[in-house]
């Protein structure tokens, strides 16, 4: 072996895996983090005593993570296996809860051996639901009702009476220092109940709807990358490059985020803006739909399986990203204004969809 040639592959091994440390996007961002002196205070988790947490986790804005607790029997994704009690008789009315990640096998394996009639769960995943066979769900007499996240079916089964399109809502997860499933991009690890105070202290800040700026709040082009990332990665790219290109030519009617920023401070850029653009995450639906109405803004979203959902919410829906324009802009903001003035309808907390499911008890 010629032992002068391991300084060159060592050499090159090290060029190799800082391109690729580069290139993945997680991995920067982390870098990015660290070397950020002001990111700890920008990050920083407000002071709430451990009684108010406490309370406030007994009423959560919606939320995926939360209406999945609030079910009876739940196969998440971290179990490769469904729990024991899937085959096992279940009362009917049952409040069955199956990550959107094991529903083709749900369908495919699990269903068939179950006994009892209940309500079907699906949600907390990315994974594309279009390919679901709901007839199969619909004619195995099993399932009372589905509560669907990420709906992508026909538009049709939205009228069927037998699928309640399931929103997304908001991520409470990634920082919660009890979750399997964290993520520090958006800030410093803080419980659920912290997470919705200062959400709600940050909302006291921001003025009424009809006080704000006309302007639109761009954030979704900081996240966009593919690299060393789950095939749905580049569904979002698309979409989003999609939005971005349309938007860039909008000049000062959007307000764009220039670099990464925790949660907190994009809470914050609400005071600046009327609107924010959201198109599609990681799956069909996005947290931040959900964030801005919250926040007293506007989402503008594309056109999707999903527009039922929004029915009574003030949502935007565009078949283009290039119709968003001031005169479309005015147009939104006096047909919502109204919507604003009223504290946030039910639909917009867990407990409430939780209600839904376990409305079908006998």
């Known amino acids: 072996m010629n032992w002068l040639f391991l300084p060159a592959a ?5 060029a190799v895996g800082l391109v690729i440390g580069y290139r993945y996007y997680p991995l920067r961002k982390a870098v990015m983090r660290a070397i950020d002196p002001t990111w700890r205070n920008r990050a920083r988790v407000y002071s709430f005593s451990s009684e108010q947490e406490d309370a406030e986790e007994r009423d959560m804005y919606v939320s995926s993570t939360v209406m999945r607790d609030g079910c009876d029997l739940i196969w998440d994704e971290f179990e490769e296996d469904p729990p024991a009690e899937f085959f096992r008789p279940i009362a009917d009315g049952t409040v069955v809860f199956v990550n959107t990640m094991h529903m083709p096998r749900f369908i495919g394996e699990i269903l068939e051996r179950m006994e009892g009639r209940f309500v079907l769960v699906s949600a907390r995943e990315n994974n594309s639901t279009a390919g679901f066979d709901a007839e199969k769900i619909r004619n195995s007499g099993k399932v009372i009702h589905w509560f669907m996240e990420n709906f992508e079916l026909a538009p049709e089964w939205a009228d069927t009476g037998f699928i309640t399109l399931l929103p997304l809502g908001l991520n409470y997860h990634k920082l919660d220092p009890a979750s399997p499933n964290q993520s520090r991009d958006m800030g410093l690890p803080s419980r659920s109940g912290n997470q919705q105070l200062t959400m709600k202290a940050i909302r006291e800040e921001i003025p009424p709807f009809r006080e704000k700026p006309l302007r639109v709040y761009c954030n979704f082009h ?4 593919t690299f060393l990332r789950h095939p749905h990665a580049m569904k979002r790219h698309l979409a989003r490059q ?4 349309a938007l860039m030519t909008k000049g000062d009617i959007i307000l764009w985020e220039p670099r990464q920023a925790p949660r907190n401070q994009v809470w914050l850029r609400h005071r600046e803006v009327s609107f924010e653009a ?3 995450g990681n799956s069909i639906d996005c947290h931040r739909t959900w964030e801005a109405l919250i926040l007293r803004s506007v989402p503008i979203v594309k056109t999707t399986s999903l ?4 029915e009574g919410l003030p949502v935007a829906i565009v078949d283009d990203w290039s119709q968003v324009s001031p005169e479309r ?3 939104w903001k006096e047909d919502f204004a109204d919507w604003f003035d009223g504290p946030l309808p ?15 008890k006998t």
């Open 10 to 14: 060592a050499a090159i091994a090290v």
């Open 222 to 225: 900081l996240n966009m990358d």
């Open 242 to 245: 999609e939005a971005r290109d």
């Open 278 to 280: 959201s198109p599609r």
């Open 307 to 310: 527009d039922p959902m929004y």
């Open 329 to 331: 802009l005015a147009r």
């Open 346 to 360: 039910d639909k917009l907390y867990s407990n409430y969809w939780i209600r839904r499911f376990h409305a079908f």
